[in-house]
């Protein structure tokens, strides 16, 4: 395997994308997941169907409809340019706010149904036991909902590294700023570089592989599925 | 035993605990009634809140504890407000201790992790004196590093009750906690509750559907049915009525606090005496002069309306009718009798009431068959 200098770039790119995505993910998806797994209100299955939406729609739509609100007439393109951000579009931070989007499913539903299956009592328990709500979801809902925030980071983190419609869409093209492993590959088939992209197909290839088999090792050992679908 | 029955005194300066809830449960739950009490609870000892399944005891533990969100709700606590129309504090801001029906120790906590999860909490230093009396009288020092499903049953229900002890409430609130038990397992844990309630001075309302726990643990009872209070008061008052809107079936029977005046070596009997007169129970272990409480169940008693001198029955009470009811079954009638300053019941056929004309003020003979001391 020999990977050209820009090959280490987008694979470099890949990951802090990745890695960004999965902490933002982790960070707004919590409070999503557990607001879905513990309301009664009528709004549940409206919000479920929209963070599971990027599952069934093509990349591209989801891409387009960003790409449109981020652009320079769009409403998020506005804001940005007022607070003098320029447009998102074609940035990395653009790639990792669609990124965001497109991986929410993966992250929120392991994660919603490791605390619906955690059920109330045991937060009812620290209550009496004097804990407070920050307390509580530290010191038992985080340990005991563990494998479901695992799962939940390794299935948002693998799927990020996969994208390719939507980083077309929004990111384009451009080295070391946009320019992602799959992006990367597309350009060496473009090319007819077949070797370097053999080399890099094959990466992700077996990345992918031990990332699901990990996984799989790791949902053994925990005994426990919290997982509808993805891996 | 050192205990005396406080009264439901409304004077301020009493311990009392008074809690007045209206509460509809959410439509999905099971239970079809709405919580409607106003009362007003020793706030020393063991009160029990008794009632079958679905009479709203749980509901009303629960909205004690700030876990459900009553509609109307007031409580006062010793004579500390935990709830008005003002104010409500929420379950973690509240000072009590609760002990739930089924295991509710943290799986990912060892027996030990979760004992210092209350300690950590409590707001106050936990005496090294206070924690090893809390794991003595529970008797958990062995099984401390054990991790909850290494635990049997009983064992969980100790450490939980431990835990409870070790955040040092000023109410401890248990929700059946013999319930998922087996019968060896409770007989078990009673005796540790029974230490419990004679080692630590903490009101304590223990919900229970069960006679035999009430009325071995119990100072004060309150009988609920229907999501509404039927009857309150100590036990020997509860138990020894016969107007309530609720039967206790085959186990209908009084309560009598009594003291050992004879043990009989040669027929391995002891005597125990109450103002009504006297009992003759099996020889237990129980010290001459010592303070017990026996159960007579309304079905061991028998009337007669002369003493019968050739009866194999050994207890014969001269007592005097004051109440006649009828009981569930129409087959049967329960009769309230006074014996000194206490009452029983016989439970016995319509037919033979018919049959002895017995009616109230009637002077009749009690056989009673069987007396338990159940503590």
Aim: proline letters at 5%; hydrophobic letters at 45%; charged letters at 15%.
């Amino acid at each position: 395997m020999n990977f050209s200098n820009a090959d280490i770039a987008a694979i470099w790119l890949t990951l802090q994308l990745a890695t960004t995505v999965t902490v933002v993910l982790l960070i707004i998806g919590t409070p999503i997941a557990w607001w879905l797994a513990r309301t009664q209100s009528w709004l549940k299955g409206p919000v479920s169907a929209l963070v599971a939406m990027p599952l069934v729609l093509p990349p591209t739509v989801l891409g387009f409809y960003l790409l449109l609100a981020m652009g320079p007439n769009g409403a998020v393109g506005q804001l940005t340019q007022s607070l003098g951000l320029g447009t998102l579009p074609f940035t990395f931070s653009g790639l990792v706010i669609a990124s965001v989007f497109y991986s929410m499913p993966f992250v929120v539903q392991p994660i919603q149904n490791a605390i619906e299956a955690l059920g109330n009592r045991p937060l009812e328990v620290a209550a009496t036991l004097r804990a407070g709500p920050w307390d509580r979801f530290f010191t038992v809902v985080l340990p005991m909902a563990k494998p479901g925030f695992i799962t939940a980071a390794i299935l948002g983190f693998a799927h990020t590294v996969g994208e390719f419609g939507v980083v077309l869409m929004i990111g384009g093209n451009i080295p070391g700023e946009t320019r992602v492993v799959s992006v990367q590959i597309y350009d060496h088939v473009e090319a007819l570089e077949y070797g370097q992209a053999h080399s890099l197909a094959l990466s992700m290839m077996a990345f992918s592989f031990f990332v699901l088999l990990a996984l799989y090792g790791f949902r053994r050992t925990q005994g426990t599925s919290h997982m509808k679908y993805g891996a | 035993m050192n205990r005396s029955m406080p009264t439901n005194n409304t004077n301020h300066n009493d311990k009392l605990i008074h809690a007045r809830f209206l509460f509809t449960p959410p439509s999905a739950s099971p239970q079809a009634f709405t919580l409607d009490v106003d009362i007003k609870i020793p706030g020393t000892g063991i009160t029990a809140i008794f009632g079958d399944s679905g009479s709203g005891k749980t509901s009303l533990l629960r909205c004690i504890a700030g876990l459900e969100s009553a509609d109307k709700g007031e409580l006062c606590v010793n004579g500390d407000i935990w709830q008005d129309a003002q104010t409500c504090l929420p379950t973690h801001k509240r000072p009590l201790g609760y002990v739930f029906q089924e295991s509710s120790l943290f799986p990912h906590l060892t027996a030990l992790g979760n004992l210092k999860y209350a300690m950590k909490r409590s707001g106050k230093v936990t005496s090294p004196d206070f924690y090893e009396h809390v794991i003595d009288i529970m008797g958990i020092a062995p099984i401390l590093s054990r991790n909850p499903h290494q635990l049997s049953g009983g064992e969980r229900q100790r450490i939980a009750i431990a835990r409870a002890l070790l955040i040092q409430p000023q109410l401890l609130l248990m929700d059946e906690p013999l319930a998922s038990l087996d019968f060896a397992r409770k007989l078990e844990i009673l005796p540790y509750l029974e230490r419990l309630h004679a080692s630590f001075n903490i009101p304590i309302l223990y919900v229970s559907h069960a006679m035999d726990e009430v009325a071995r643990l119990a100072d004060h009872t309150v009988v609920m049915a229907q999501g509404k209070v039927v009857a309150q008061g100590s036990l020997a008052d509860v138990f020894s009525r016969i107007d309530l809107p609720i039967r206790f079936h085959e186990e209908t029977g009084v309560i009598l606090q009594g003291k050992v005046v004879e043990r009989d070596k040669q027929w391995h009997l002891t005597r125990i005496a109450f103002s009504g007169g006297e009992l003759w129970v099996a020889d237990g272990d129980d010290e001459l002069d010592q303070s017990v409480r026996v159960r007579i169940l309304a079905r061991d008693v028998s009337l007669a309306l002369s003493c019968p001198d050739n009866s194999s029955v050994l207890n014969r009470l001269r007592v005097e009718v004051t109440e006649l009811n009828d009981d569930d079954t129409a087959a049967m009638s329960l009769i309230r009798l006074k014996a000194g300053d206490e009452y029983i019941i016989a439970r016995v056929t319509r037919k033979s009431v018919a049959r002895l004309a017995i009616k109230t003020g009637d002077l009749l003979w009690a056989q009673i068959k069987s007396v338990a001391v159940v503590r």
